[in-house]
């Protein structure tokens, strides 16, 4: 089956420094890429949809220039947490869909953040 | 904007018994599809189950299997002769039908089943 990569599967960092998180699809081209953010014990969030080569489509209330991502292949999307703070502190997943239009979504194991 | 509303936070269901787990969606789109996802502790996001709005026959995968009522707009999960590594937070979501998002997922908040021997 499809398989997305997520890395790394948790870090560290102390406070006003940046962390970036990779998605790779690593046996299909993922046309677009999704990023959501999950606290513990609640649901998944969704914060951003990437496409291939353009910029990517925010949610309300996630601001843009704190988590920048980036889609620059079919089969690569970075999510950059930017100057860090406590409050970033969360778990999150990285999601690729194929060219199928009716293709599930295929999960990362996802990124735990702990912001010190 | 669509909603999921999942209304069991937590459900309970002995080995080899059989457990659904309900889900309700809104939507004014006549095209979309329902998935359900399981998150074990590990935190991986593992499709169960995938159901298109187009078709009337419920989808089934093995001890898995949905009610769809699409009039109702209820979409729940039935896990047949239950086994221990069921348990697992499970999550329904319904997938977007407009191709300008990108066919994202709304998810509902979750139901936390537990099996017990």
């Known amino acids: 089956g499809a398989v997305v990569s997520q890395h790394p599967s948790w870090v560290i960092c102390k406070s006003g420094t940046s962390v970036k998180i990779e998605c790779r699809s690593l046996d299909f081209q993922a046309t677009t890429m999704f990023w959501y953010r999950q606290f513990p014990k609640q649901s998944l969030m969704l914060m951003a949809t990437?496409?291939?080569?353009?910029?990517?489509?925010?949610e309300q209330g996630v601001e843009k220039d704190k988590f920048l991502i980036n889609h620059a292949s079919l089969t690569l999307s970075t999510l950059t947490v930017t100057s860090a703070h406590p409050e970033d502190s969360s778990f999150y997943i990285c999601?690729?869909?194929?060219?199928?239009?009716?293709?599930?979504?295929?999960f990362g194991n996802g990124t735990r953040l702990t912001v010190t | 904007a669509q909603t999921v509303t999942q209304s069991q936070p937590e459900m309970s269901v002995q080995e080899a018994e059989t457990v659904t787990l309900s889900c309700t969606y809104d939507?004014?789109?006549?095209?979309?599809?329902l998935f359900w996802y399981k998150q074990p502790p590990s935190r991986q996001m593992i499709l169960v189950i995938r159901?298109?709005?187009?078709?009337?026959q419920n989808a089934t995968e093995n001890r898995f299997s949905v009610n769809f009522q699409k009039a109702a707009k209820s979409f729940s999960l039935k896990i047949s002769d239950s086994q221990l590594g069921d348990a697992a937070m499970y999550f329904c979501?319904?997938?977007?039908?407009?191709?300008?998002?990108?066919?994202?997922?709304?998810f509902g908040k979750g139901t936390s089943l537990l099996v017990t021997p």
């Open positions: 159901q298109e709005a187009y078709k009337q």
């Open positions: 939507t004014s789109e006549s095209d979309y599809y």
């Open positions: 999601s690729a869909r194929g060219w199928d239009d009716g293709s599930p979504l295929h």
């Open positions: 990437s496409n291939e080569g353009s910029k990517a489509t925010y």
């Open positions: 979501a319904y997938r977007r039908g407009n191709s300008n998002s990108g066919y994202a997922l709304n």
